[in-house]
């Protein structure tokens, strides 16, 4: 996952917790390659797997949110584009579905991590 801010932004506190815990882990897997931490190493190597897992599951929700938010742009131009022509309630419903359950599929993606 690709952890580095926007240039001329103001960093998030979010990305500088993650900076901070990469570092860390980093800083911890060094001393973990030393003889006298070796007990360390299994613990080190689940939390390296752990936090893995949390930045793909951030990543894919992201993209999801993503493809959802350009779906949603191209049905707002569509409809500003056809704002002569009247559009059944179960028409609207039938664009917007799929933008639903992308949503949503992200919200709870993204929530099992809390």
Do not use: K, W
């Not at 390296?48 to 493809?67: E, P």
């Not at 949503?103 to 099992?112: H, K, N, P, V």
Request: with cysteine.
């Amino acid at each position: 996952m690709n952890t580095q801010p926007l240039q001329n932004q103001p960093v998030p506190a979010a990305y500088l917790a993650l900076a901070t815990f990469e570092d860390q882990l980093r800083y911890l897997q060094t001393l973990a390659s030393l003889p006298e931490h070796a007990a360390l190493r299994d613990s080190i190597s689940q939390l390296t797997c752990l936090s893995q897992t949390i930045q793909h599951t951030i990543a894919d929700g992201i993209c999801t949110l993503d493809r959802a938010a350009d779906c949603m742009q191209c049905l707002l131009d569509l409809l500003h584009h056809a704002e002569d022509m009247p559009l059944a309630a179960n028409q609207l419903a039938g664009l917007l579905t799929p933008l639903h359950q992308q949503i949503s599929l992200a919200r709870t993606d993204i929530g099992q991590l809390l």
